[in-house]
């Protein structure tokens, strides 16, 4: 079984440009979770999908961010424009049912903003 | 608001010596209890989790209601438990993980 896919593993652009992130979940599962973890803190909630719908998106920090899960597959994360406190790594998780299997997160996408 | 501290960023325990690391929460109900690991060059994983009660690769964890703590334990480290560990906590099942700062355990040869 594929696990969870994240491309690109790392990206550098300028402030103000636009970054498209892209997560895979594993095939089948209905939730799918953003995080991200800024320099020297926390991993931080982002937003949940379920299939295609936002389930909680009361972790997108502004309006320059934008989750999209069209058909309830795959889930785009775009940050535009980008500023320098985007700066982190991004990970995408998903789960069919989190009590019994849990979590399965992919391996981040590294954002630098310079 | 919910929260998870981990108070030590490092530790440093030396192989076969008795390892704790430390997590305390606050929430007001009853939440479920984690704790995942990242170790070097792989993806963050499920450790273990308060209600299955497992132990996982020599590792436990209680969880405290009293004093709100749930912190990891293994009575003889091993140099392949060097790792970044974060403590977590969710509400609900399928609802959001919030995560601790992680503490870095090194395990000194």
């Known amino acids: 079984e594929a696990g969870v896919t994240q491309f690109p593993s790392h990206s550098v652009i300028e402030k103000g440009q636009t970054v498209t992130l892209r997560c895979d979940p594993i095939?089948?599962?209905?939730?799918l979770y953003w995080y991200r973890r800024v320099m020297g803190k926390e991993i931080k909630f982002l937003l949940h999908?379920?299939?295609?719908?936002?389930?909680?998106e009361s972790g997108m920090p502004n309006n320059r961010f934008l989750a999209e899960r069209t058909g309830g597959t795959y889930s785009t994360l775009k940050v535009q424009p980008a500023e320098l406190e985007d700066s982190g790594v991004y990970f995408c998780?998903?789960?069919?049912?989190?009590?019994?299997?849990?979590?399965?997160f992919g391996s981040g996408t590294r954002l630098t903003v310079v | 608001a919910q929260r998870v501290t981990q108070p030590e960023k490092l530790l440093s325990v030396f192989k076969g010596a008795p390892v704790e690391l430390k997590c305390n929460y606050s929430?007001?109900?009853?939440?479920?209890l984690f704790w995942y690991v990242q170790y070097s060059r792989q993806r963050l994983q499920l450790l273990l989790r308060?209600?299955s009660r497992e132990s996982i690769k020599g590792f436990t964890a209680d969880l405290n209601k009293g004093e709100t703590s749930f912190h990891l334990k293994k009575p003889f480290a091993q140099e392949e438990d060097s790792a970044m560990y974060y403590c977590?906590?969710?509400?609900?099942?399928?609802?959001?993980?919030?995560f601790g700062k992680g503490t870095r355990l090194h395990i000194l040869p």
């Open positions: 977590a906590l969710s509400e609900n099942r399928d609802d959001k993980i919030i």
């Open positions: 308060h209600i």
């Open positions: 998780a998903s789960s069919q049912d989190r009590e019994i299997y849990g979590y399965t």
């Open positions: 999908f379920v299939k295609e719908s936002k389930q909680d």
């Open positions: 095939s089948g599962h209905d939730n």
């Open positions: 929430y007001s109900g009853s939440p479920e």
